[in-house]
């Protein structure tokens, strides 16, 4: 699915390890993604860092609501010699709170923050991304229906 909509995760073997309700785990593979040091290449801890949040929102939000990063920082801690794993969770509650944002006011924000850590265990990075999420079609002074 990802590899559909966004060919560059595909080609730089971006992969979705687990998805469930509130939580997802990436990985970006060394191989293929290392720069001049042969550690993992600063891109590649963008692209695993920032997918996610977007995997994320469609499938706890729905397609009616549009995923949209509005700014993210990675604060790099040491280099990944090996392949890197990120992981994000929004509690039911996180989730609840941002789809009636979203309703009442066609845009809700959110904050993901992650820890990237290599296949020793070492955390390698954090990054830190702020999200906005738009409600497809929204008009003031329409809600949605309590389920």
């Known amino acids: 699915m990802i590899g ?4 560059f995760a595909r080609r730089n073997g971006f992969r979705v390890e687990e998805l469930r309700p509130g939580y997802v785990k990436a990985r970006i593979p060394l191989k293929g993604n290392g720069n001049h040091f042969g550690s993992l290449y600063a891109g590649a801890y963008f692209l695993v860092a920032e997918i996610p949040g ?3 929102s469609l499938f706890d939000l729905g397609p009616a609501y549009t995923p949209i990063l509005k700014a993210m920082t990675l ?4 280099p990944a010699n090996s392949d890197v794993t990120v992981a994000f969770s929004l509690s039911p509650e996180q989730i609840a709170a941002i789809l009636a944002e979203a309703d009442e006011t066609g845009r809700a924000k959110f904050t993901l923050e992650g820890r990237l ?3 020793e265990g ?3 990075a954090t990054s830190i991304a702020h999200y906005r999420v738009r409600k497809r079609g929204f008009q003031a ?3 949605r229906p309590p389920s």
């Not at 559909?4 to 060919?7: A, K, V």
């Open 4 to 7: 559909l909509s966004i060919p």
């Open 54 to 56: 977007g995997v994320l």
């Open 75 to 78: 604060e790099f801690l040491q």
């Open 117 to 119: 850590m290599d296949q």
């Open 122 to 124: 070492n955390h390698v």
């Open 141 to 143: 002074g329409t809600h």
